[in-house]
């Protein structure tokens, strides 16, 4: 079946550096592929998505690129800071189906 | 502004009491969803309904029960027989087909006392 894999984390950087979160997927046909963010204590928000493949989605200075030839749909950002800090979720949508990561998180030390 | 409300944000329940978790929308959604979250865990859809009067069951609808009888509103009840039910819920909801993703609530932390 439809799956999404995320690289685990927690990952920890410092204000400013170069953040890349690994996203995988295994799925038949052409999904909808989508980051999503969750502060603490807060419900999800979108913050990326791409409908079809070579599609860039981009928000706040995030980047993620659908990549067909590799399955892949890896988030990243070229300066992160301190108000990053969250728990990132990869997704897809397949028909109706609606598949998440495990999540990853980002904890930004100033 | 649209968007979905779930209340209430903190809810506390003792052992062996049913409660039920609010959720709304005014964005003339269709479908609507709920998920539980767990501690450093994913998501893990529990019901889904794409038409009022209509909803499947998730992957862990044990325990839980719900209803469609307005398009806006998708309560979730929490009943005694959930054998570990404190945790975060989500509703969250997405017009059909739902290619666009899915717009979420702010979340309901429910805790057994």
């Known amino acids: 079946g439809d799956s999404v894999t995320q690289m685990e984390g927690p990952v920890t950087l410092s204000e400013e550096a170069f953040l890349t979160i690994n996203c995988t997927y295994t799925?038949?046909?052409?999904?909808?592929l989508f980051w999503y963010v969750q502060y603490p204590g807060e419900g999800l928000q979108l913050l990326l998505k791409a409908t079809k493949a070579d599609d860039k989605g981009s928000n706040k200075g995030f980047e993620a690129t659908y990549r067909k030839e590799t399955t892949s749909f890896h988030l990243e950002k070229g300066s992160v800071q301190v108000s990053d800090s969250a728990v990132y979720f990869c997704?897809?949508?397949?028909?109706?189906?609606?598949?998440f990561g495990t999540g990853t998180s980002l904890t930004v030390i100033p | 502004d649209g968007g979905i409300t779930q209340s209430p944000k903190y809810l506390f329940r003792k052992e062996g009491q049913n409660v039920t978790l609010s959720c709304e929308q005014n964005l003339n959604h269709d479908a609507m969803y709920w998920y539980r979250q767990d501690p450093g865990q994913g998501l893990r859809l529990i019901y889904y309904?794409?038409?009022?009067?209509?909803?499947q069951k998730g992957d862990i609808a044990e325990g839980y029960s719900v209803s469609r009888e307005k398009k806006e509103s998708f309560p979730l009840t929490v009943t005694s027989a959930q054998k570990n039910p404190t945790a975060f819920y989500l509703c969250?909801?997405?017009?059909?087909?739902?290619?666009?993703?899915?717009?979420f609530g702010s979340g309901t932390r429910l805790t057994v006392v």
């Open positions: 969250a909801s997405s017009i059909v087909p739902s290619n666009y993703g899915y717009t």
């Open positions: 997704a897809l949508i397949n028909g109706n189906q609606f598949y």
């Open positions: 309904s794409q038409i009022v009067n209509d909803f």
């Open positions: 799925a038949t046909g052409y999904p909808s």
